[in-house]
């Protein structure tokens, strides 16, 4: 089942109370909802942890527990997948967020892109990027959400069926 696979390969809770950022949330990390491996807790852990990592903005791991807190997501899959923007993947996802932006706006004469002229121009930039960054995170959370979804039903009916 899709639970023992998870359960090999996602943080900790010791590892998770670790963290020096999450200390804000206290006794609210020891909800037993945000801990459970139900198909749903899954999902929406997902849909949190894609979407936060779209979003560019400093500890994203912060908002990803917020999330997982406020919704009763699973909290370790939201954790984890905000690792998906890392120094990497940032540079092509911000672009490409920031191409989205220009393209709902329409802008004329966009800014050329890069991380030196993304600091110096951010307010300038900062409407198409965050706009991208929302349209972005939105669509890739319900595809993920949804695939998460239909590989676990697809997993747990070829368990039953082997049985």
Excluded at 11 to 39: A, D
Excluded at 50 to 59: E, G, H, L, S, Y
Excluded at 113 to 130: E, P, R, T, V
Aim: one cysteine or more; glycine letters at 4%.
């Amino acid at each position: 089942m899709p639970r023992k696979k998870l359960k090999k390969i996602l943080p900790t809770h010791e590892k998770i109370e670790k963290q020096k950022f999450l200390k804000i949330f206290g006794k609210l990390l020891q909800k037993r909802e945000i801990w459970s491996l139900s198909r749903r807790k899954v999902a929406l852990g997902v849909f949190i942890g894609i979407f936060v990592a779209c979003i560019p903005m400093p500890f994203q791991m912060v908002l990803a527990t917020f999330l997982a807190i406020v919704f009763n997501a699973n909290f370790p899959i939201s954790f984890a997948l905000i690792f998906v923007s890392n120094p990497l993947t940032m540079p092509p996802l911000f672009y490409f967020e920031y191409e989205i932006g220009n393209f709902i706006f329409q802008v004329k004469n966009p800014i050329t892109f890069d991380f030196k002229s993304m600091y110096d121009n951010l307010d300038q930039i900062a409407l198409s990027l965050y706009s991208g960054a929302l349209v972005l995170g939105i669509i890739a959370a319900f595809i993920c959400f949804y695939l998460t979804n239909f590989y676990w039903i697809k997993t747990v009916r070829k368990n039953r069926n082997q049985r």
